[in-house]
């Protein structure tokens, strides 16, 4: 298990925009794992791979329903609004809403390297999209409403009732 660093807002690698991943190799697989000790160290429910200060398209989510190490996501479809308050793991005991749509269709590479479409609503739809945000160099402070800081109960994204966040 190897923990890395969580970048916090102010540094530089959250604003860049992550490039696409070529091959996953061992490499690519060793960082993921990474990722997701570092998100469970944390009681995170998602994290991209900027917020350790890598520029690949690589993102890790679990809403508790299973961990997913994705590569090279892209949002081919999506449906619906909702608006629900996120956290995240960048930008520490802040909190605010953020409308998102609320079902969409993804598709991605797995660990393996074989190619998935994964179809998701609420919660995990959400996570996907605040994570697609992080390689695209943006935060949820841009966009949330109601912006409020907060002592850390549950983490960036740990849902307490309906919380969210990544
Ligand atoms: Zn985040």
Redesign the pocket.
């Given at each position: 298990m190897a923990l890395r660093t969580v970048r916090t807002d102010g540094d530089p690698v959250l604003r860049k925009k992550a490039k696409k991943v070529e091959k996953i190799d061992g490499a690519i697989v060793s960082l993921l794992k990474d990722m997701a000790d570092t998100m469970y160290a944390n009681d995170g429910i998602?994290l991209?791979a900027n917020?350790v200060g890598i520029l690949k398209r690589l993102i890790v989510v679990d809403d508790g329903d299973g961990l997913l190490m994705l590569a090279n996501p892209v949002i081919l479809s999506c449906e619906g609004s909702c608006c629900r308050e996120e956290g995240?793991?960048?930008?520490p005991e802040t909190y605010g809403e953020v409308e998102r749509p609320e079902k969409i269709v993804v598709r991605a590479f797995n660990e393996k390297g074989s190619r998935l479409e994964i179809e998701a609503d609420d919660m995990l739809a959400r996570i996907i999209q605040?994570?697609i945000d992080?390689l695209d160099g943006k935060?949820?402070i841009d966009t949330a409403k109601n912006t409020e800081k907060r002592p850390k109960k549950s983490p960036?994204?740990k849902p307490e009732t309906q919380k969210e966040?990544?």
């Open positions: 998602g991209a917020q995240c793991l960048s930008v605040h994570e992080h935060l949820f960036e994204e966040e990544s």
